[in-house]
């Protein structure tokens, strides 16, 4: 069993069918508790008389940052009805407004539809609206005008559908009677602008296609029907028909778009159809169906317009279906292939427009009937979802459209009768007490005071002081740190507070300068020298490794504030240092950064020589020449004699320049000379080449 359930929409009735179980669902959760409230405003109330009434389309965002729509009827001209008709006597004012409304709800009636000074069309003189009635939706060009359509009407006398463009002060243009010479009737959205510059959009119904179809209109007004919806008798085309929604833009040019009924047919004693089709179309006609949908797996009904994620996939509702009966949340990629994000509850029971999109790629969208007056609600690209606020008749009931960003960050919508605006949770100040925590080892680690109603932060950096700031990261936390910086370049930093509502603007600047540890050697004096800019640290680690793979460094030598060293290990090692916060950490993480390398290619070395030969005749004088190849730093040298080419026995020392001395009355035998040079910082050489001697 289902439940039949009628709503107006621009000049016709409009059959909504909702089986009883979901019935039952929706009635049993409506009066479930719902998570967080915002802060939802009414802007404006319509006057059927004066500024419109009955289903206002979604707003559209001008570039002037007001908002512009339309409501399907009201306004202030009358269009009659003929003399033979039950109605005749009883003219409304029921054409539709154009209208402009600030973000604050100052509302300006730009144009009304329906006048009794009309033009002869179709035989029936002077009772047809010149421009059309029922405006539904605006769409805006790069000019920043609107280019819109009418829904018409069926009742006499039949008004058809129509397409308009018009400006921003009121200045309308009709560009055509859409169909066969105006033989349409339906149009259910707005129109969608292509990128060869064309309007795309479909209508309903027509007495040659009773099931609607696809249109491309040129901004002057020249039709063309590309696709026209059909199906085979019994249904095995699984064709979708009855577009309720615009068409959306992919990133591929084509369009994408939803179809209420057809697909996978079903038929009971109250329902002939199916539960509605996605498609892709090409901007020459080619459609594709992609997804035929079910019911309780992935939904029925979908009556919003598709929305092209950041992610390059589609995102959208249904109005029914679902674990619950009452409709779903869905992406789907460019290739058709579908995931159910959640099945909605009685809390945003039948989600009706477009999902919008945050720029934390969560999504927002309104439900006809959830908690008994409507919703809005958010969900995540995971599925999460959050009711963010129940109409309940404060608003005014029942949102049947989509939400539209304002440039403020709040979300503004339309329900039957009024104008509204959610305010999202607030960002308030930006953050305060940026602060640089440390600077060093190529990153900074910044901190700041949390920001009230913030749900993340960007941090944003620069090199230049004032401008030039790129965003780095973003965190919830309120320290970040930087890595991957350049030691002696200075950073300039700032921080926003973000939540639903959008981002901050931006806290006071900090800078950082890395600074920056050098180690340099001096040959002349075989002296290390370093330099930092920094805090300084406890003590400095000087470590060496060999001139070879791995590279393997050891700790040689600890100093405390000292800037200088001389090393004392390793002929041709390579040094390098760094400094660390506390004696106790000698061996633990460093605070600063590790120096540059630098070799010791010129380590000193000494030679032995005997300016009168290797053989002398016994008792001999021997004189022995020393050359140390540094002479200076108080070079003092040893002489050793042996019996082998190592070791030996100390023969002498000789503490200054020059480095000579005579062995006196030495007896016959054989020896090993060698020497060695000690520095007064403690360096001392290798051995010298070894010389021998004969004395006969």
């Known amino acids: 069993m289902q439940i039949i359930v009628f709503m107006k929409t621009s000049h016709k009735n409009h059959l909504i069918t909702l089986s009883l179980k979901s019935a039952i669902a929706f009635v049993i959760m409506a009066s479930a508790s719902f998570a967080g409230a915002q802060t939802l405003q009414t802007l404006y109330v319509f006057n059927p008389t004066n500024s419109g009434a009955g289903w206002p389309s979604p707003l559209t965002l001008g570039k002037d940052g007001n908002f512009y729509g339309t409501t399907c009827s009201g306004g202030t001209n009358v269009y009659p009805f003929p003399t033979d008709s039950p109605y005749y006597g009883n003219e409304v004012n029921d054409s539709g407004t154009v209208f402009k409304i600030t973000p604050d709800g100052v509302l300006t009636t730009l144009y009304c539809f329906g006048t009794a000074a009309c033009s002869d069309i179709k035989g029936v003189p002077n009772i047809i609206p010149p421009n059309g009635c029922g405006p539904i939706g605006l769409t805006m060009d790069n000019d920043g005008n609107f280019y819109g359509v009418t829904g018409g009407q069926e009742e006499l006398p039949a008004i058809p559908a129509t397409a308009f463009k018009i400006t921003t002060n009121g200045t309308i243009t009709l560009l055509a009677f859409l169909g066969q010479g105006g033989d349409c009737i339906g149009p259910y959205a707005g129109l969608t602008q292509g990128n060869d510059g064309n309007f795309y959009g479909s209508v309903e119904c027509g007495s040659n296609m009773q099931l609607g179809w696809i249109f491309k209109l040129t901004p002057t007004g020249i039709e063309t029907i590309l696709f026209p919806f059909s199906f085979i008798d019994d249904h095995s085309d699984n064709n979708g028909y009855h577009v309720k929604a615009a068409l959306t833009l992919g990133n591929d040019g084509n369009f994408y778009g939803t179809t209420r009924e057809g697909g996978n047919y079903v038929e009971d004693f109250f329902y002939a159809s199916g539960y509605g089709t996605l498609f892709r179309m090409t901007p020459t006609g080619s459609l594709t169906n992609l997804v035929l949908f079910d019911y309780f797996t992935t939904g029925a009904c979908p009556v919003g317009a598709l929305t092209l994620g950041k992610d390059g996939n589609f995102y959208g509702t249904t109005q029914l279906g679902g674990t619950n009966g009452v409709g779903t949340v869905f992406k789907m990629t460019p290739d058709g292939t579908l995931t159910t994000l959640v099945s909605l509850d009685g809390n945003n029971a039948w989600p009706n427009g477009a999902l919008v999109q945050d720029k934390n790629g969560n999504f927002y969208g309104m439900s006809f009937y959830g908690g008994g007056g409507g919703s809005i609600f958010k969900v995540t690209p995971t599925g999460t979802v959050t009711t963010l606020t129940n109409f309940n008749g404060y608003g005014g009931p029942c949102p049947w459209s989509a939400l539209t960003w304002g440039n403020d960050g709040n979300l503004y919508g339309t329900t039957v009768s009024t104008v509204f605006r959610l305010n999202l949770a607030p960002t308030n100040a930006p953050p305060t007490g940026l602060a640089v925590v440390s600077a060093c080892n190529g990153q900074v680690v910044l901190s700041w005071s949390s920001s009230s109603g913030a749900t993340s932060y960007n941090v944003k950096r620069s090199i230049t002081s004032g401008s030039g700031y790129q965003t780095i990261g973003t965190t919830t936390a309120t320290t970040y740190t930087d890595t991957g910086l350049t030691d002696g370049t200075t950073y300039y930093y700032v921080v926003s507070a973000v939540n639903d509502g959008g981002e901050s603007a931006n806290s006071s600047e900090v800078s950082a300068t890395l600074p920056v540890l050098s180690l340099t050697y001096n040959q002349t ?41 001389t090393p004392t290990e390793g002929m041709n090692n390579l040094f390098r240092i760094y400094g660390v916060g506390a004696i106790g950490l000698v061996f633990g993480t460093p605070v600063t950064p590790y120096s540059g390398t630098v070799a010791f290619t010129d380590y000193p070395t000494v030679s032995l020589s005997l300016p009168n030969g290797n053989s002398y005749t016994a008792p001999a004088n021997i004189t022995i020449n020393v050359n140390p190849s540094d002479s200076n730093n108080g070079a003092v040298v040893n002489i050793y004699q042996g019996s082998s080419p190592s070791g030996g026995s100390l023969l002498q020392t000789i503490t200054a320049s020059p480095y000579t001395y005579t062995w006196p009355n030495v007896p016959a035998g054989g020896c090993f000379l060698s020497a060695t040079v000690t520095y007064a910082n403690g360096w001392t050489t290798s051995r010298s080449g070894f010389v021998h001697i004969s004395v006969h």
């Open 525 to 565: 004096a075989h002296l290390l020298s370093w330099s930092w800019n920094g805090t300084p640290p406890a003590v400095w680690i000087l470590q060496s490794r060999p001139p070879m793979d791995p590279p393997v460094w050891t700790d040689v030598n600890i100093f405390g504030p000292a800037t200088t060293s």
